[in-house]
């Protein structure tokens, strides 16, 4: 009967402690997104922007795509970010020539190669750098 009592007072504790170590990760990873814009101010989001360099769009854990291009961050966050990490490597199907919201979107695991999700994501968002920021 002990032994019943403590697996069970043990599943209990770890049920607890999942939800609040997925809460801590996500809270880093808005901590590390809230670093990676500072000093740059959010403008009007779009579906779709245009992709120059494809080397430049990377997985941000726990938010979404980045993309940089000269000083401003296109930034598309997932609609569920808890999904993504940063071994994810996203394998775009584009339909014309430029990055849509609705192109069909999957990553790959960088390490093992495997597939490892689909990818949703929200309009593009530009950050861009404030006048004081760059000029500093």
């Not at 609609?79 to 192109?103: A, F, H, K, M």
Request: charge should be negative; proline fraction near 4%.
């Amino acid at each position: 009967m002990l032994k019943a009592i403590t697996v069970s007072a043990a599943v209990a504790a770890m049920a607890l402690a999942i939800p609040a170590a997925a809460q801590d990760r996500e809270e880093r990873a808005e901590q590390a997104f809230a670093e990676l814009v500072e000093g740059r101010t959010a403008g009007e989001p779009q579906s779709c922007i245009n992709l120059f360099s494809s080397n430049r769009l990377r997985v941000e854990e726990n938010v979404g795509l980045v993309y940089e291009r000269g000083d401003t961050l296109w930034v598309a966050r997932a609609q569920n970010p808890q999904n993504l990490d940063r071994w994810d490597v996203p394998v775009i199907e584009r339909y014309g020539s430029r990055l849509c919201r609705t192109d069909v979107m999957r990553t790959i695991d960088r390490s093992s190669g495997m597939f490892s999700g689909v990818l949703f994501i929200d309009d593009f968002v530009p950050y861009t750098r404030n006048e004081d920021e760059a000029e500093g």
